[in-house]
């Protein structure tokens, strides 16, 4: 038995194709001296410890093909558009997010209130390119911490502690942006952004759980009001549609469930500037007149701080609430400050035309550090950023005659911005920066018997604007502030609005939920369940 056994041994080495002299040299010096059965035992447990599965490190993975690697930072409009068009016959992609999917951010103001579910505005990465399930691409869940353009490698962490590098032959950083606070105390930890489906989700908590909270018997008559008081700062498109829609769940879902409740149930917006101030201003007199009918208190104002119950204006005014909802636009993350690379006055990424990353001439080849200053009179990186203000103009940015280039350093959407030309941090702008950036790269990795690429630089397309107001009614204005098209408001505008975002969504499955959440809603209402 014990001879039989030890020549299963030597058969299972020689059968190895991998370490197979190294294996066999071991196993062979066993079988030369005298065992019995625990040393056999032994024997074969040390084998097993030598020739089984190695643990595989991100310096191993994915499979090196012989075609240049994409590394795409980011998981937005323009990350997405990007690895949808790329082609992945002539590119090795991975991936550094700490989020699988892309969210459609237009519908995320729906599922604060249940009309949409969270899942149905989530497209996974993998629908949207299949390739990223290749041995030769990836998808890590971590956060990029720093870019050395000299070794071209990315420095990444995942959420549990571990770092590792990821080396690129191009590099696209489509890392977004974050709620601005403007600096005002108290924003930070009180207020609840909305840009992702969880802060989306814990909206829909929050409120849910204050009006159950404002039916306690004994609550004080102060203390009712506020927890049933909803401030929206920023009277943006993402603003203007948050208070629609709690418009329609306050006078459908809850009027029925809870009559008193939805009676106290206030909604006031605090907007500094203009309300939807890049629309023509008919529509925004139509969208003021609209959300004023159905509730929605208007007040302009800059808010001076945010204390846990009560939003306090410049002027004065205070206004005690349950649930605040920033959504005053986007700045800068920690990451892109850190970068050291151009920036503008509100400490965006600077690009050229053609979307490449600038820098001054002597940083166009450094390590980028998490505590040091940007280029001089730029946004500076760590803990004493220099943050944006309210009233801060990306065009006062200085010219970018003196920058060069970063070699093989792209940058699209939210986090980056062409000094000379400014856009708008907007979906489309993103989704129009990727396609133009998958194309170029296509035709560098086609090379030369496809002819010399020559790249036109990047031009950018407004297509129109559009924002709903409650009820069955929006705004939407086609073309740009120069040459609009068409401008419409009311029912038309709405079913517009749907039919648009319906069919840019990523994939068939998606649309088909969007569509039954819709109906759903519409035969059902909205479910106040909380969990």
């Known amino acids: 038995m014990t001879a039989s056994l030890l020549a299963s041994v030597v058969s299972a080495c020689m059968r190895r194709s991998s370490g197979a ?3 066999f040299s071991s196993c062979y010096g066993a079988v030369k001296r005298p065992l019995n059965g625990a040393a056999v035992s032994q024997q074969l447990r040390g084998f097993a410890t030598q020739t089984g599965k190695k643990t595989a490190s991100s310096d191993q993975l994915p499979l090196k093909t012989g075609r240049q690697r994409l590394v795409v930072l980011g998981s937005g409009w323009a990350a997405a558009r990007l690895l949808h068009d790329v082609d992945t016959s002539l590119w090795d992609l991975t991936v550094i997010s700490p989020r699988n999917h892309m969210v459609f951010t237009p519908l995320l103001a729906s599922t604060t209130v249940g009309t949409l579910e969270p899942r149905s505005v989530a497209v996974h990465l993998h629908e949207i390119q299949p390739g990223l399930s290749r041995p030769s691409s990836g998808l890590f869940i971590a956060d990029a911490q720093a870019v050395d353009t ?5 420095t990444c962490r995942s959420a549990d502690g571990v770092d590792f590098t990821v080396e690129y032959d191009k590099l696209a950083i489509c890392t977004g942006s974050q709620g601005s606070t403007f600096g005002i105390p108290g924003v930070l930890e009180n207020a609840h952004f909305l840009r992702d489906v969880k ?9 849910i759980e204050n009006i159950a909270l404002a039916g306690v018997p004994g609550r004080q008559q102060d203390e009712f009001a506020r ?7 920023g009277g943006g498109p993402t603003g203007v549609e948050v208070a629609g829609e709690l418009t329609d769940f306050i006078s459908h879902e809850l009027m029925r ?12 917006l605090v907007e500094a500037r203009e309300l939807l101030g890049s629309f023509d201003a008919s529509l925004r007199e139509y969208a003021a007149r609209k959300l004023i009918r159905r509730g929605v208190v208007l007040r302009k104002g800059v808010v001076h701080e945010l204390t846990p119950r009560e939003v306090v204006l410049k002027d004065g005014t205070v206004l005690p609430y349950g649930l605040c909802i920033w959504s005053t636009g986007v700045g800068p993350t920690p990451f892109s400050l850190s970068l050291p690379f151009a ?8 690009v050229d035309k053609y979307m490449r990353v600038l820098a001054p001439p002597s940083s166009s080849s450094s390590k980028s550090e998490p505590q040091h200053a940007g280029p001089a ?13 309210l009233l801060a103009d990306e ?14 350093v792209y940058a699209l959407g939210d986090v980056c911005a062409n000094p000379d030309k400014p856009l708008p941090a907007l979906a489309q702008v993103a989704e129009q920066q990727g396609r133009y950036l998958a194309r170029v790269l296509n035709e560098q990795a086609r090379g030369p018997p496809h002819g010399v690429p020559q790249h036109s630089e990047f031009e950018y397309r407004h297509l129109g604007s559009m924002a709903t107001v409650g009820g069955h009614s929006a705004v939407l204005e086609l073309g740009d502030a120069s040459r609009r098209h068409l401008s419409l408001a009311g029912f038309l505008s709405w079913v517009a609005w749907r039919s648009a975002y319906l069919t840019r969504l990523g994939s068939i499955p998606k649309r088909l939920a969007v569509a039954f959440d819709w109906s759903m809603t519409m035969i059902f209402g909205r479910d106040l369940s909380r969990w």
């Open 21 to 23: 002299g190294a294996a």
């Open 150 to 154: 000299a070794a071209r490698t990315v």
């Open 199 to 207: 802060q989306a989700d814990a909206i829909r908590q929050k409120l």
């Open 227 to 233: 927890l049933l008081h909803i401030v929206i700062v």
């Open 257 to 268: 469930m809870y009559p008193e409740r939805a009676k106290a149930m206030r909604v006031t």
């Open 343 to 350: 920036k503008t006055t509100v400490g965006r990424i600077a």
């Open 377 to 389: 009179g730029q946004a500076q990186a760590g803990s004493g950023s220099k943050v944006p203000g």
């Open 395 to 408: 065009s006062d940015t200085p010219s970018t005659a003196g920058l060069a280039p970063v070699p093989h």
